[in-house]
């Protein structure tokens, strides 16, 4: 199945693994971050996304931009019919953070201008529930019916930073039952945790940590160490055929080393509960 066997060939000879270990359980979880606007390879690379999920059977959630939804619709109409689940990515990308002051932490935490990111918050939970309300409608005419979505992604997870009550009440309030903004706390490792009435799943990492397969590798055994999901964020604009074949590398990788279970994030709570 690898498309650079001497890569899983390393790797594997690196973590020690061998035919005769018994493997370690792991929940692997993906989730995708489809925000096409001024990143038309996001689209492009959808197919390439698509077929890969399919080879492996892995049913996966796709946050999707209020305005991929409307610009795009047969995309979004595809990722549905194929059996994956959708939530919300606000529409055109914006922060949902409410003060100045936020909005310079996160400026100074991604080095860009505290005005910048002022001037793309919403600055206010009713501006923030607005934004909520049209995503739904733009995925929901996309796909050409009442679908139920209840799931939501900050951009850029400013949350992880920025975390109030205030945030995951408006999202209660917009009937959103899962959200996924936040970054896995290995001090305290938990598979999903409740706030006001919302169940967080943490993500442990991006595709972007691909490029350095150990680490990578690293936060998965951490994951499995832990009993909780190794939870890989995407970007369809980052996976080209290159970094696509290097992701599926990668996952074959964690297959020979562990007893791997691919899960849906809004199975997550279930599985977990029950084990």
């Not at 890969?52 to 990722?79: Q, W």
């Not at 080095?111 to 793309?120: T, Y």
């Not at 967080?200 to 832990?226: C, G, H, M, Q, T």
Request: aromatic share 10%; hydrophobic share 40%; glycine share 4%.
């Amino acid at each position: 199945m690898s498309r650079a066997p001497l890569i899983l060939f390393l790797l594997i000879i690196i973590t020690g693994c061998t035919a005769s270990e018994s493997k370690k359980p792991l929940v692997v979880v993906l989730s995708v971050d489809y925000e096409d606007l001024s990143l038309p390879k996001g689209g492009e690379n959808l197919e390439g996304i698509l077929a890969m999920l399919d080879r492996r059977n892995i049913s996966s959630t796709f946050f999707i931009l209020g305005a991929t939804a409307e610009r795009y619709p047969e995309n979004v109409k595809r990722i549905y019919k194929k059996g994956h689940s959708l939530g919300l990515h606000t529409y055109y990308h914006n922060f949902p953070i409410f003060s100045r002051k936020d909005a310079a932490l996160i400026g100074g935490i991604y080095n860009r201008s505290a005005e910048v990111e002022w001037e793309r918050s919403f600055k206010s939970p009713d501006a923030f529930k607005a934004d909520i309300e049209a995503s739904r409608r733009a995925v929901q005419l996309a796909l050409g019916r009442e679908a139920e979505i209840k799931m939501f992604r900050a951009p850029s997870i400013v949350v992880n930073w920025v975390n109030n009550e205030v945030y995951y009440d408006a999202l209660l309030e917009e009937a959103i039952k899962l959200d996924s903004s936040t970054y896995q706390n290995f001090t305290n490792p938990r598979a999903y945790y409740i706030e006001r009435g919302v169940v967080v799943v943490p993500i442990v990492a991006f595709e972007s940590r691909l490029d350095n397969y150990r680490k990578s590798l690293a936060l998965a055994n951490k994951s499995a160490r832990a009993k909780v999901p190794f939870h890989l964020a995407l970007h369809p604009q980052n996976l080209g055929p290159q970094e696509l074949a290097e992701l599926e590398d990668f996952l074959d990788v964690l297959e020979a080393r562990h007893e791997v279970i691919y899960l849906p994030l809004e199975d997550v709570q279930s599985y977990y509960s029950t084990i």
